[in-house]
Structure formats: structure tokens, C-alpha cells
């Protein structure tokens, strides 16, 4: 009863519930901040402020203090009393004041405080249950009597009228606890396997946080190895740009300077041809034939054959070829340094496996040819000499396994309307039927299959369908073994990625062939 008279100091007395962000008037009495702002906001229209408790009179909107000690105190009753403020079930013979209810009589229908309860059990022998309001779960609907025992049969919770007289008459019935145990003993099991995956789920979703954390810091990386890249580029380009450039001006500044010097040469020419024409025309302007010739004999009269402005040479020129070559050397250079050093440096580049087919594997029906690089399906049997390695279906491997490190192979298909193409282990069954030794549709092998316009990449007979939007020509195959990741790509411009199988790979693979009817495939070297 002391939790009753508590809690009845601790409501609003305009809400009647526990005081929510309390606050105080000048007067000393609290209320719930929104509770006592709608009272002012009324009376405000009404032209005057009161307190709601005491009446006393405000001639201004009071302000509001807030009380955090009382909230405070709120805020650890409320902590306290978990069961009233989840379940809002109270004791029924409490009517002054609300007090949680601790336990509820199916037979009486009421729930209890401890105080009343201990009361109860004193008089009589009832059915108890936590606090609760629906009583009518806990009774029969056709006799209206509690529900006491389990039929198995029907799975259903009955009262005793039910097993006695009623529809379950005869049945084996069991008490409800009983049947409860029962239960759960089954649920244990299930449980534990539930909880035995949520563990595992857990760990995966940890695992895939840390790789979604590990692939951001690779794409971090990635893209920092990139940047650096194209400015290693743009400085060699720029690099290259200046060398040429500078060639340019060295031509130009060459050029310009032995035109100036030509274009002097060819201006004294000039200066001597004009005075010669002056000293000329003033000899022809003399009537006295005897003064006329005694001059033309007393002077160095020139006969017209002097120097022309072609005598200093032609001039010369910017010379392109030059340029051109320095240009393409650049570049050449370029090029090189690019491929050698700056993307296997930074990139890992991997320059192509060397993949040769191996006869001794091959299907007597498959034709291999001479560089071992291509195979075709013939009608005709090769009449090869059986052996433990070779394929009973129309497959072929290559002949050198891959058991650490990257590889890359690429297999030209263009000649294959269908195709199917991949990796085995060295263990893959070879006897055995067809559909058992196809490469994809066993445990020991993986593969891409195009068939009827169709592709699918596959593993232990599990197919997954590909949605592609342009026909397949080149495949290049990426194996890590290390990572345990297969990656199968459509070599075009852009390239795309086709499908990446992962795998813990326990043995020696190798590069696998299928060969359908009518179908070529090649390996590029």
C-alpha cells in the first residue's frame, strides 16, 4: 500500500498520471509541463491565471520552473514498477488509488495486489496465473470452464467436461504442465539448432562487415594506386610534350636566326645592285660620246653578272620528320615503361599461363590439333590407346596443373555456337556417365556453359543462369588458388565480368573443355 500512497504524491492532478516533465508554480504545487500550458492557454482566453489546486490568482502568465528533483524521483518510481507500466494490469479491490497487480484468479476473474492476494489464498484454492485480462483464453468457449489438460489427438487445450462428456471423450489427455514439458523437451532440440545458426549467421554477418571493411580499404587503395598512376602519366606526357616542345623552339630560334642572316646578306645585295643601277643610269644620261666613254673606261662598270639572291643559299625550315621522330620514340618508350613497369608494379598484371591440351585426357573423338591449342568434336574415333587419365565424356584438360599461385588463360569460342568451358581437380571422375563426369555438374569442377542461348555458371550440378546482353567470344579465366577464387570474364571492350566462384582448393586443377557437336574451341596463346 506505501507503493499506492507513493504514487498517488506523484501524479499530475490534472491528468491523474505520473507527472511527465513536472513543473512549478510561484504557489509550490507541480504539474505536467503540457498539462498545466493548456490550463494557462485556456484561462489566458478567459483573462486571468489561476493554479488549478489552490485557485491562488496570477495578474500575469506565471512562469514555469521545472522541478528536476521531483522528476528525478518520478523517473525511479517509474524504474520500480516495471510490471505496472508494461502490463497497466492493476489489482481490482484497489479502487482508490491504482496498485499493480501481482497475480490474477482464472476461476474469480480479478486480479490481485500482494496484499489482497494473500487474502485470497487464505480463503480458497484457485487457479493463479500472472496478471492478466483475458480470462476468456483461459476457459473452455463450450462450457466455460478452465482449461485443464492437453489432448495430443486434436492439439488442443481442454477443460474436464471436454474429456469427460464432450467432444474429446476417451481420448488420452494429458495434464497441461505435462504437456508443456513435453513440448518443450521437442522445442529444446530445435533451439539448440536455431541457436547453433544464429551463431553461425552472426559470424558470418561479422565476417561479411570485415569484408566489407577490407574491400572498402582495398578500393581506397585501389583507386590511391590509380591516382598515382595517371599522375606518373601525365608527367611523362608532359615530360615528352616539353622535349618536343622545346625541340620546336630550338628550330624555331635556329630558323629565325639564319633567315635574319640571309635576309641581311640578301639586303646588301640589294644596296649594291641599286647603286650599281644608279652609277649605270647616270652614264647613260651623258650626250658626249668622248666624256661618255672616257668614264665607262675609267670606272668599274659591272656586266650584270653579280651575285643574285639566290647565291646565299635557300633558306631553311622547321624540320617535322625530326619532331616526328622524337614524337614517336617518346611514345614508344612510353608505352614500354607503361606495360613493363607501372602496371605490373602496381597492379599485378599477369601475363598469360601456358596452356596446352592434353591428348592423353582427351576423348578419342576429340581431334586436338598440332600446337595443342585447339580441339574439335569429330564423328570419328582417333583409335587412342585407353588410359587412367583419359575422359569417357567428350572432355579434354590441359596438360600442366595449377596447385599454387595465378593463372590466366583466355579461350577463344567464336567457332562454338555452344560451349562449355572451366576447371577440374585432378581427382574429377573420368569413367563414370556422362552426366556425372561433365565438368560444373560435380564437386570437383567448375564451369560456364552456353547452350541454347542460354548460360549458366556451374558447380556441383547447381546451375546459375547469366543474363548477358552481347554474344560471348573470348573467355578469359582468372584463377587464384591461394584465395580460392575462379573468375570467369567476357573479353571484349570494356571487358565484363562474367562469374567468380570461391572454393578452398585442396588439389592440382586444371584448365577443362567440353566439346559439343560442330564446335571449335581455341586457346589463345
Known amino acids: 500500500m506505501a507503493s499506492a500512497e507513493l504514487r498517488d504524491e506523484l501524479n499530475c492532478s490534472i491528468c491523474l498520471s505520473l507527472y511527465t ?12 509541463r503540457s498539462c498545466i500550458v493548456s490550463v494557462l492557454d485556456a484561462q489566458e482566453a478567459a483573462g486571468g491565471y489561476s493554479c488549478p489546486d489552490c485557485r491562488a490568482e496570477y495578474p500575469e502568465r506565471p512562469a514555469l520552473e521545472k ?4 522528476r528525478n524521483i518520478v523517473e525511479r518510481f517509474s524504474s520500480t514498477q516495471p510490471d505496472m507500466e508494461e502490463t497497466r494490469i492493476f489489482c481490482t479491490y484497489c479502487t482508490k488509488s491504482p496498485v499493480p497487480a501481482v497475480k490474477s484468479c482464472v476461476h474469480c476473474e480479478t486480479s490481485m495486489c500482494e496484499e489482497h492476494l494473500a487474502a485470497h489464498n487464505k480463503s480458497v484454492n484457485h487457479n493463479l496465473t500472472e496478471p492478466t485480462v483475458s480470462f476468456m483464453d483461459r476457459k473452455c468457449s463450450t462450457h466455460n470452464e478452465i482449461l485443464k489438460y492437453y489432448c495430443p489427438i486434436d492439439a488442443a487445450c481442454i477443460c474436464v467436461t471436454c474429456w469427460v462428456a464432450g467432444a474429446h471423450k476417451a481420448h488420452e489427455v494429458e495434464p497441461l504442465n505435462v504437456a508443456s514439458e513435453k513440448k518443450k523437451e521437442k522445442l529444446r532440440p530445435v533451439m539448440e539448432k536455431l541457436k547453433s545458426k544464429r551463431e553461425e549467421t552472426e559470424i558470418r554477418v561479422q565476417n561479411l562487415k570485415y569484408y566489407r571493411t577490407q574491400q572498402g580499404y582495398k578500393s581506397a587503395g585501389l583507386g590511391d594506386r590509380v591516382a598515382l598512376l595517371f599522375t606518373d602519366l601525365r608527367k611523362k606526357l608532359d615530360d615528352l610534350e616539353n622535349r618536343i616542345q622545346g625541340e620546336i623552339s630550338r628550330q624555331k630560334d635556329q630558323v629565325l636566326r639564319s633567315v635574319c642572316d640571309l635576309v641581311k646578306q640578301v639586303e646588301l645585295q640589294v644596296d649594291k645592285l ?16 668622248l666624256t661618255f666613254l672616257q668614264d665607262v673606261n675609267a670606272g668599274d662598270i659591272s656586266d650584270g653578272s653579280c651575285e643574285v639572291i639566290g647565291d646565299v643559299g635557300d633558306p631553311p625550315c622547321v624540320d617535322e620528320g625530326l619532331v616526328s621522330q622524337i614524337l614517336h620514340r617518346g611514345l614508344g618508350n612510353f608505352a614500354d615503361d607503361l606495360i613493363d613497369m607501372k602496371l605490373k608494379r602496381q597492379f599485378s598484371v599477369m601475363e598469360k599461363s601456358e596452356v596446352l591440351l592434353d591428348i592423353d585426357t582427351a576423348h578419342n573423338n ?7 591449342r585447339s580441339a574439335y ?3 570419328t574415333s ?3 590407346p585407353d588410359g587412367p587419365k583419359r575422359f569417357k565424356s567428350r572432355q579434354v584438360l590441359n596438360s600442366c ?12 569460342v567464336s567457332q562454338a555456337s555452344s560451349w562449355m568451358i572451366g576447371v577440374a581437380g585432378e581427382s574429377v571422375e573420368r569413367k563414370a556417365n556422362e552426366n556425372v563426369t561433365f565438368i560444373g555438374f560435380n564437386e570437383k569442377s567448375w564451369a560456364i556453359i552456353t547452350e541454347k542461348q542460354q548460360r549458366y555458371a556451374s558447380h556441383n550440378d547447381i546451375h546459375k543462369k547469366l543474363v548477358l546482353d552481347s554474344p560471348v567470344q573470348v573467355v578469359g579465366i582468372c584463377l587464384d588458388y591461394e584465395a580460392g577464387r575462379l573468375s570467369f570474364y567476357q573479353v571484349c571492350d570494356p571487358i565484363r565480368h562474367l562469374h567468380t566462384f570461391t572454393a578452398s582448393f585442396s588439389e592440382p586443377l586444371y584448365a577443362a573443355f567440353y566439346l559439343y557437336n560442330n564446335c571449335t574451341i581455341r586457346i589463345i596463346k
Open 67 to 70: 522541478n528536476r528533483k521531483l
Open 382 to 384: 582417333q583409335n587412342r
Open 377 to 379: 568434336y569429330s564423328a
Open 366 to 372: 576429340i581431334i586436338i590439333s598440332q600446337d595443342l
Open 274 to 289: 641599286t647603286k650599281d643601277m644608279n652609277h649605270l643610269e647616270g652614264l647613260c644620261n651623258i650626250t658626249d660620246p
Open 21 to 32: 516533465d513536472p513543473v512549478s508554480l510561484r504557489c509550490g504545487h507541480n504539474f505536467c
Open 401 to 412: 596443373s595449377f596447385s599454387s599461385g595465378r593463372h590466366y588463360w583466355e579461350v577463344d
